[in-house]
């Protein structure tokens, strides 16, 4: 056995009979971090010409040194022990004489699934042995973290769309589906955009991705040679919301003077229903009569209405990964990101696919700061999926004892300056 770089072709071929996969791990991904000034390679554990194992290396400069990452770990059988070790052994030697000082993977091995309701409804039984086998070969690990401490998340909320519409729209949180039914009678609608409509995303999702526009332009090119991506957004019809308001506001009135006149038809009669029904109806009338207000001036300033959110997704082995999502913040409270996810969801359920990757979320068993993303991406019906995190494999010892202390005295040097 030994360790060979792969080309596009050859990686592309073994992945096609790979069961488990993350569009991380693909050549399209890899001419984008190349592009992101990192040096991005694939590598196969070989024997008598058949690949055995591959994984993309993503090789950065860190405080000078020479760091690599494997996103979303190996594509490996971590269940087959020799193998893991062979890889391993072979890996680091191959990396070391690179001049890298470590790599770092967080493989897609998974611990745990919950149900929304916080509820283990799957335990990995391999999953120690698994662990153990990966410390007795020198990977340490990085912690159980419950956040977005390292390369990626090590929660993920998937949403099994292998089923009808009906059927998934069904298991939406309730509120949410309200969300849903009153952003389509607000006038908002759903469309498929492309490149060009890219800076909606940028300017909706810049606050919380840390990602250039050039970034987000690169994935968008890259995955668009094969059809993998998709791009969405929602849009709010500013005219259609003032006549859906205006209706609103009349039918709520006719009612709300209906209720007046037979308070006042009989005076003898006990009316303490009709009176709590008045009270009612005169808070929704108040409520009804501001958004009416709102309306006219949204369809006066915005005439051609108003992009409130917008989504991309990448598409991969039939799996939708929701790659980057934003909205506008002055708007929220029109639940169009609610419109548009469950619009996206819906149509790649017709066309067949099996899972909606709904991205990263926190550890859904903790309350956090988290808790508005968690809730949001398990409220479509989704399962909180557990990985094991991160685990760094040192592969040159002397150079990892010398990028520690530069780690060490950059950290020191950007305390003392902020």
């Given at each position: 056995m030994y360790i060979k770089e792969l080309t596009n072709e050859e990686f592309n071929d073994?992945?096609?009979?790979?069961?488990?996969?993350?569009?991380?791990?693909?050549?399209?991904?890899?001419?984008?971090?190349?592009?992101?000034?990192?040096?991005?390679?694939?590598?196969?554990?070989?024997?008598?010409?058949?690949?055995?194992?591959?994984?993309?290396?993503?090789?950065?400069?860190?405080?000078g040194f020479k760091y690599a990452y494997t996103p979303r770990g190996f594509l490996i059988n971590f269940n087959d022990y020799n193998l893991v070790e062979q890889f391993t052994k072979l890996l680091k030697e191959y990396l070391g004489k690179k001049g890298i000082v470590a790599f770092r993977i967080n493989p897609m091995i998974v611990r745990n699934i919950y149900n929304n309701n916080k509820e283990i409804i799957y335990k990995n039984k391999h999953y120690d042995s698994i662990f153990?086998?990966?410390?007795?070969?020198?990977?340490?690990?990085?912690?159980?973290?419950?956040?977005?401490?390292?390369?990626?998340?090590?929660?993920?909320?998937?949403?099994?769309?292998?089923t009808t519409p009906e059927e998934i729209f069904k298991n939406i949180d309730k509120n949410y589906r309200k969300n849903i039914k009153n952003a389509i009678e607000d006038g908002i609608h759903?469309?498929?955009?492309?490149?060009?409509?890219?800076?909606?995303?940028?300017?909706?999702?810049?606050?919380?991705?840390?990602?250039?526009?050039?970034?987000?332009?690169?994935?968008?090119?890259?995955?668009?040679?094969?059809?993998?991506?998709?791009l969405y957004y929602a849009k709010l019809n500013t005219e259609e919301y003032l006549i859906n308001s205006q209706k609103e506001h009349e039918e709520l009135e006719t009612e709300t003077n209906d209720i007046n006149y037979k308070i006042m038809e009989d005076l003898h009669k006990d009316k303490s229903k009709l009176i709590n029904k008045k009270l009612t109806s005169d808070s929704?009338?108040?409520?009804?009569?501001?958004?009416?207000?709102?309306a006219t001036s949204l369809l006066k300033s915005n005439p051609n209405g108003i992009v409130l959110a917008s989504l991309m997704v990448i598409k991969y082995y039939g799996t939708v990964y929701m790659f980057m999502d934003g909205y506008d913040m002055n708007y929220r409270y029109l639940n169009a990101k609610h419109l548009l996810l469950w619009k996206v969801i819906e149509e790649y359920s017709k066309k067949g696919f099996k899972k909606?990757?709904?991205?990263?979320?926190?550890?859904?068993?903790?309350?956090?700061?988290?808790?508005?993303?968690?809730?949001?991406?398990?409220?479509?019906?989704?399962?909180?999926?557990?990985?094991?995190?991160?685990?760094?494999?040192?592969?040159?010892?002397?150079?990892?004892?010398?990028?520690?202390?530069?780690?060490?005295?950059?950290?020191?040097?950007?305390?003392?300056?902020?």
């Amino acid at each position: 056995m030994y360790i060979k770089e792969l080309t596009n072709e050859e990686f592309n071929d073994f992945t096609s009979n790979f069961p488990y996969k993350t569009f991380y791990q693909t050549p399209e991904y890899a001419f984008v971090m190349n592009q992101e000034k990192s040096d991005a390679f694939f590598i196969g554990l070989v024997d008598d010409n058949y690949v055995l194992a591959a994984s993309l290396v993503v090789v950065e400069k860190r405080s000078g040194f020479k760091y690599a990452y494997t996103p979303r770990g190996f594509l490996i059988n971590f269940n087959d022990y020799n193998l893991v070790e062979q890889f391993t052994k072979l890996l680091k030697e191959y990396l070391g004489k690179k001049g890298i000082v470590a790599f770092r993977i967080n493989p897609m091995i998974v611990r745990n699934i919950y149900n929304n309701n916080k509820e283990i409804i799957y335990k990995n039984k391999h999953y120690d042995s698994i662990f153990e086998q990966l410390i007795k070969l020198g990977y340490n690990h990085q912690g159980y973290n419950d956040y977005f401490e390292n390369i990626k998340p090590r929660f993920e909320a998937i949403l099994n769309i292998e089923t009808t519409p009906e059927e998934i729209f069904k298991n939406i949180d309730k509120n949410y589906r309200k969300n849903i039914k009153n952003a389509i009678e607000d006038g908002i609608h759903v469309y498929k955009g492309n490149f060009n409509e890219l800076k909606y995303l940028y300017e909706q999702s810049k606050y919380k991705y840390p990602r250039s526009y050039s970034f987000l332009q690169d994935i968008y090119k890259h995955y668009d040679q094969k059809g993998m991506v998709d791009l969405y957004y929602a849009k709010l019809n500013t005219e259609e919301y003032l006549i859906n308001s205006q209706k609103e506001h009349e039918e709520l009135e006719t009612e709300t003077n209906d209720i007046n006149y037979k308070i006042m038809e009989d005076l003898h009669k006990d009316k303490s229903k009709l009176i709590n029904k008045k009270l009612t109806s005169d808070s929704l009338l108040n409520k009804y009569e501001n958004k009416l207000i709102t309306a006219t001036s949204l369809l006066k300033s915005n005439p051609n209405g108003i992009v409130l959110a917008s989504l991309m997704v990448i598409k991969y082995y039939g799996t939708v990964y929701m790659f980057m999502d934003g909205y506008d913040m002055n708007y929220r409270y029109l639940n169009a990101k609610h419109l548009l996810l469950w619009k996206v969801i819906e149509e790649y359920s017709k066309k067949g696919f099996k899972k909606f990757n709904l991205g990263g979320i926190s550890n859904i068993t903790k309350k956090d700061k988290y808790k508005g993303l968690n809730e949001f991406r398990m409220n479509f019906g989704s399962c909180a999926i557990e990985y094991a995190g991160d685990f760094e494999l040192v592969t040159n010892n002397t150079l990892y004892f010398m990028y520690k202390k530069a780690t060490q005295l950059s950290n020191i040097t950007k305390k003392k300056n902020s």
